[in-house]
C-alpha cells in the first residue's frame, strides 16, 4: 500500500523490518517537501551524485529509472549505490525548484495537455511578454494563466423562470479561453435550460448554451459557440435564461466565464 498523492510506501500490520518502508517514506518526503530538482531532462540516471540528489524523470527513461516518466527520483546513497526511490510530485498545484534552470515550476491538470508552467525567477528567462496579461511559462512557451468568474443567476431551491437574471460589468477585460459554462443543483427535466450571456446587449454567442434535461452541467450537452470572446472592461453583461425544463425547470443556476485578464 501507499499514500494516495506521492505514493510513499505505507507501513503494514505486522510488517517485517517495518523500518525499511518507514525510512524510504521519511526520505521521498523530504525531497517532495524541499521541492527541489537537481535537472529535469535527464532520461537516465547521472554517473554520479549526492546521497539524496533528486531529478524529475523526463519522458522515455531507461535503466533503473524506466517506467517512472514524470516522477521526482531521489538518489539513496552517494552515486545511489543503494538504487533510487521514485516520488510522484507531478500532481495538481506541485511546485518544484530546477536548480539547472533557475526556476519554479508548478504543475497544472488544466492545461491541455497537462504539464508543467515555468516562472521567471531572475535566472536566465527575460522574455516575458509585457502586454498586461499574466503568463506562466510552459516547456519552450508563455501561456496565459487562466482564472474563473463564477455568477449565480438564482437561488439554490426557487425553479428558475426566463427572463435576465442577473446584470453585472466586468472588473476587468477578460479574454475568453474555451466554452463559458452552466450548471444548476436541480436539473431540469422534459426539456433544456438554454442560457444566453450578452455584453452590452449584445450575445455573446452563435449558439447559445444549454445544459440538457435529466443533467446538471453544460458539460454534457452539445457544445456552444462563442462568438465575442473578448470582453471589455466595465462592459455590462446580463444572464438570461431563454428556456427552462418543461416538467421541472431546474434549479440554482450558476454560469462560470474561464480565461485570462487582458
Known amino acids: ?29 523530504e525531497a517532495a517537501v524541499r521541492g527541489l530538482v537537481l535537472d529535469r ?8 551524485c549526492a546521497d539524496g540528489a533528486t531529478y524529475l524523470v523526463d519522458a522515455t527513461a531507461t535503466g533503473a529509472w524506466a517506467g517512472h516518466d514524470g516522477e521526482m527520483a531521489v538518489a539513496v546513497g552517494a552515486n545511489a549505490v543503494n538504487g533510487w ?3 510522484a510530485v507531478a500532481t495538481e498545484g506541485a511546485i518544484l525548484f530546477v536548480d539547472d534552470e533557475d526556476l519554479r515550476i508548478e504543475y497544472r491538470s488544466d492545461l491541455s495537455p497537462a504539464g508543467w508552467l515555468e516562472f521567471d525567477t531572475g535566472g536566465g528567462i527575460s522574455d516575458a511578454p509585457s502586454d498586461g496579461v499574466t503568463y506562466g511559462r510552459k516547456n519552450a512557451a508563455w501561456v496565459p494563466l487562466l482564472e474563473s468568474i463564477i455568477i449565480a443567476a438564482s437561488d439554490e431551491t426557487t425553479d428558475i423562470t426566463t427572463g435576465t437574471k442577473v446584470t453585472f460589468r ?16 436541480t436539473a431540469p427535466t422534459g426539456s433544456a435550460i438554454i442560457v444566453d450571456i450578452n455584453e452590452e446587449g449584445a450575445s455573446i454567442f ?9 443533467e446538471e452541467t453544460s458539460t454534457t450537452a452539445t457544445p456552444a459557440v462563442v462568438s465575442d470572446t473578448v470582453l471589455a472592461d466595465d462592459a455590462k453583461m446580463t444572464v438570461d435564461i431563454d428556456q427552462v425544463g418543461s416538467t421541472i425547470p431546474g434549479a440554482g443556476l450558476k454560469v462560470t466565464l474561464i480565461g485570462y485578464r487582458s
Not at 531532462?41 to 554520479?48: E, F, R
Not at 452563435?206 to 435529466?214: E, V, W
Open 1 to 29: 500500500m501507499t499514500t494516495p498523492i506521492y505514493e510513499l510506501p505505507d507501513w503494514a500490520a505486522a510488517q517485517a523490518t517495518p523500518w525499511n518502508n518507514h525510512n524510504a517514506s521519511l526520505r521521498m518526503l
Open 170 to 185: 466586468m472588473p476587468y477585460a477578460f479574454t475568453l479561453v474555451g466554452l463559458p459554462r452552466a450548471s444548476v443543483t
Open 85 to 87: 526511490l521514485f516520488v
Open 206 to 214: 452563435s449558439t447559445l448554451l444549454t445544459i440538457d434535461a435529466g
Open 41 to 48: 531532462d535527464l532520461t537516465a540516471p547521472p554517473g554520479s
